[in-house]
């Protein structure tokens, strides 16, 4: 996602990464990240006051796990949703699933926060399929969410190739693959395709 917004320029969009102090999403977009300790008073009002203050950028806010129902909190009890749609910002949150029932019981919990912006759960197939656990799936029925993501499994080579420090998917996507061992280039083709396709909206719950 933020490879996407890349592609508009540094300027076009800021990072707050919640991985503090190491801040490993904001190393790959340096000019546009801020790697905050969410925990303290300071790294929760600047991430809010930022948002609604400087609105001509796109956000993205990558929360670390243990932050989650915390932030969402604050979402809550300052009426940030209120003040996005006066400030004519959409609000989409992307929830990654793992393995465990408590993931998707968090993400209920979640979705019941943002009542009007979009909830997206994202499953990745490295992980598994969560749902097929009933008790798991009966709770994924009852988020509203308006559409989920599927992440396709990828090879040990792709994971590898995708590790690289220099890699980007943007960097890519521009170069059209160029230089890209071919069998690489086609699965990373096909994943970035199978996502893309995955994008349209339209409530499902």
Known sequence: MTDLLSLSGAESFRVFDTDFPNGD???????????????KTGGQVEIFDTILSETHF????DLEANLLQGFFKIYSDIGFEQAAAEANLRVSVYFILD?????????????KSCKHAEFIPVRNEAMGNI??????????GQIRHHRDIQLPRLSVNALNYL??????????????GDGVP????????????????????????
Do not use: C, H
């Open 163 to 176: 590790d690289q420090p220099d890699f980007s998917f943007a960097n890519f996507l521009a170069r059209n």
């Open 99 to 111: 393995r465990k029932v408590s993931s998707v019981s968090t993400a209920l919990t979640i979705s």
């Open 25 to 39: 999403l904001a190393g790959y977009f340096p000019a546009s990240s801020r790697v905050l300790d969410f925990s």
């Open 182 to 205: 071919l069998e690489l280039k086609i699965e990373i083709w096909s994943f970035l395709e199978t996502v893309y396709n995955q994008r349209q909206s339209g409530d499902m719950n």
């Open 131 to 140: 749902l097929t656990v009933p008790q798991a799936a009966n709770v994924y």
């Open 58 to 61: 796109d956000y993205v806010v």
